[in-house]
């Protein structure tokens, strides 16, 4: 899916379809008594969050880089800002998801976010238009799926509850705060290293702590001496923390602490550089 379909998608969102509260039912039920069950796990465009990348590299067991080489596709698109990661598909005639098997998802525990949402979608401001003030559900109902003629019935917020989508509101939080910066909106295209540092911090993380660790990255930030300890072998704080630094990084904001004899040294090549020209 392109960046023009996914926009004229978020338009049809806006103008047709039912907008829900936390509050409001829907009727919906996935099981392996289904008569569509897995079918929604064939050719279809999983984007995947940060956090999702982190989940399903642990549960696999395999380190970000590795995930990202075999599990995903980075789809090009000239009116991107920014890199977007999508859950590849099998080569196979269904395109069948490569976690899915004739029992159900085997990374269940840490499926990612719009496989936890579905049959739910959440329009948010500053993502899906100008003209939405705030943000609200809506249901995907597919013609493929069969769930929604079972007779549970829950609350948007119970599905979410249920669904344990609350962790990742709370990652996707930190990342819409950097892929919807106004920033993105108002200065020319990122370069090419920026782009790069911002695909490291959010997706590769384990590279990401590489480069924290294994670079000059310490010699030059001050990071709190618990935080610091945190982030070596913690990859949530690892995750908060790259958002954190991709907020300095990408848009100059005030959220890492220079180190002084950096500041210092900066300083006086600048002033170096003044009088040469003068």
Known sequence: MTQREIQKLKETIL????????????????????????????????????????????????????FLDKYTILPIDENQKLPVVVLRMRDDEKKTCFFVSDKGCT???????????????????????????EEFYFILKESICQ???????????????????????????????IYTHPYLEKAPALTPQKIDMFFLASYNIDKFRDFILKSTFLDKFEIESNLLEKIK??????????????????????????KDEIK?????????KRKKSN
Not at 45 to 50: G, K, M, R
């Open 264 to 272: 210092s040294e900066a300083i006086k090549r600048l002033e170096e």
């Open 147 to 177: 769930g929604f003629k079972e007779d549970k019935e829950w609350t948007v917020e119970e599905w979410i509850k249920d669904q344990g989508i609350e962790k990742y509101n709370e990652f996707g939080e930190l990342y819409k705060n």
């Open 233 to 258: 072998t913690d990859d949530e704080e690892l995750l908060k923390f790259s958002f954190r630094w991709l907020r300095f990084a990408l848009f100059g904001e005030n959220t890492m602490i220079i």
């Open 107 to 133: 990374v269940y525990d840490d499926r990612p976010w719009a496989c936890r949402m579905y049959p739910l979608g959440l329009a948010s401001p500053g993502e899906i238009s100008a003209q939405l003030n």
């Open 15 to 66: 103008k047709e379809y039912p907008r829900l509260g936390k509050g409001d039912k829907f009727r919906f039920a996935c099981h392996s008594g289904v008569s569509c069950f897995n079918d929604c796990c064939r050719d279809v465009n999983i984007f995947l969050t940060p956090y999702d990348v982190l989940r399903l590299k642990n549960a696999l067991g395999i380190t970000s880089q590795d």
